[in-house]
């Protein structure tokens, strides 16, 4: 394969992580984890990256990570992206619905079978890999060779013991040329050397591999106690494994918090929401869109301002959105009164804003009315009645002003 292999885990299996990135990476196979990521670069796009420009994807399962959503998130990335995903099952649990049919390695009862079984899926060499397997030229232990009494010469003295004498007993070796045939058998005291120089050897590697591998563990994720819990983020690693930190545990459980609000339904006036967003996107534009319904003047704000579409809740907001709804809703201001109390807050809508002008005065109109008892003719001009100037019908005058209900004062002309 080419390219790097994801490994994706739970924090809690670290350990088991790094032995089977260090066993894969004796066998040939690039592989690449969190561990990997340069000082100074986000987690999150170095881990997307990796993804995208690796070869596949290994998921290590336990309770733990099942449970995780940055590896569950990992996944789901790495099969929309058609990497090849290979589970590996390092503590029995129930493995997410979406993986159930991918055939996984069972690493619970015999960790060197798979791992040659996921090195084989990979195309590494297992050769390399797995202690135990047995390696070419190696032979295999046969039948203990028998052994033959062998007799002193004439000259040789025979062992002397409290019963008499006792012949010695030598191993015969096949395929060995000794002359006459007859070896003296001695104990092999190098085999217990020999086990504790290899023991030695073992632990004196150990202990440098554990002070090797130390700080880049160390260095994955800072001592909880040295972190600035007040500016974390949502979805920092930190968050992961709290390890019963309370500062932690409150920061993981407000994160929890934001990611699972509905923002839509949330006021202006939440300030338990509001109070610290911890970066989270969807709380800082609603943060925002807040403070600024906060700082507007409801009573000048315009019928198409824009944040009359969300209120958030906030009284001033809610009523100018009624006013504005009902000033849209008018199809025709030429019928709507210059009094009507819809025109009391035009908002800016120069339909409301342009009102009729008003009716004439009833004195202004030019009817023609006639005065039943005299008959004559009830015409305004200017201001005056017609009747009003003709002095020489007082009564005339006066039925034409009742006529025409003009109070008696108004203009003039004798009662």
């Known amino acids: 394969m ?69 590896v569950l998130n990992e996944v789901s990335h790495a099969m929309g992206r058609g990497k090849r995903v ?23 009862s015999d960790y060197d079978f798979g791992l040659r079984q996921l090195v084989a899926a990979l195309g590494g060499s297992t050769a390399a890999t797995v202690p135990g397997d047995p390696v070419p030229g190696d032979q295999l232990p046969g039948p203990e060779p028998p052994t033959i009494p062998v007799l002193k010469g004439p000259g040789d003295e025979r062992d002397q013991g409290p019963w008499g004498t006792r012949e010695r007993q030598v191993t015969a070796l096949p395929r060995t040329v000794v002359e006459d045939h007859r070896v003296i058998s001695r104990p092999r005291k190098w085999i217990p050397m020999l086990v504790i120089i290899a023991a030695a050897l073992l632990v004196a590697v150990g202990l440098w591999l554990l002070q090797t591998l130390r700080p ?24 992961r494994d709290c390890k019963n930190v309370s500062r932690c545990l409150e920061r993981k459980d407000r994160s929890n918090l934001l990611v699972s609000a509905d923002w839509n339904a949330v006021r202006y006036d939440n300030r338990a929401l509001l109070s610290d967003c911890m970066g989270y996107q969807p709380c800082v534009e609603r ?50 009164a210059g009094d009507d109390p819809l025109r009391k807050r035009c908002m800016g809508l120069l339909p409301c804003i342009e009102r009729p002008p008003p009716p004439p005065a009833p004195h202004m109109i030019a009817a023609k009315r006639v005065n039943v008892s005299s008959g004559l003719e009830c015409t305004p001009e200017a201001r005056l009645p017609k009747c009003c100037k003709d002095s020489r019908n007082p009564k005339a ?19």
């Open 216 to 239: 880049a563990v160390t260095n994955e994720i800072p001592s909880l106690h040295s972190i600035d819990f007040p500016k974390v983020r949502v979805g920092d690693p930190a968050l």
């Open 2 to 70: 080419t390219g790097k292999i994801f490994i994706s885990y739970a924090r809690i299996d670290r350990a088991f992580a790094i032995k089977l990135g260090a066993d894969l990476r004796l066998a040939g196979i690039a592989i690449w984890r969190d561990a990997d990521i340069p000082p100074g670069v986000e987690w999150d796009v170095a881990a997307e990256n990796a993804i995208n420009e690796g070869a596949g994807l290994i998921v290590i399962f336990s309770p733990s990570s099942v449970k995780s959503a940055e």
């Open 397 to 415: 005058c006066l039925d034409c002003k009742r006529t025409q209900g003009i109070l008696q004062n108004d203009y003039c002309g004798p009662n």
């Open 287 to 336: 943060t925002q869109k807040a403070a600024a319904i906060a700082a507007t003047n409801w009573a000048e704000v315009r019928f198409d301002d824009l944040k009359l579409a969300d209120c958030m809740g906030h009284p001033g907001c809610l009523r100018a959105a009624t006013q504005a709804t009902k000033l849209r809703a008018v199809g025709d201001w030429r019928r709507v």
């Open 86 to 108: 290979l589970p590996v099952l390092h503590i029995k649990c129930d493995l997410p619905m979406r993986l159930k049919r991918l055939q996984y390695i069972d690493f619970t």
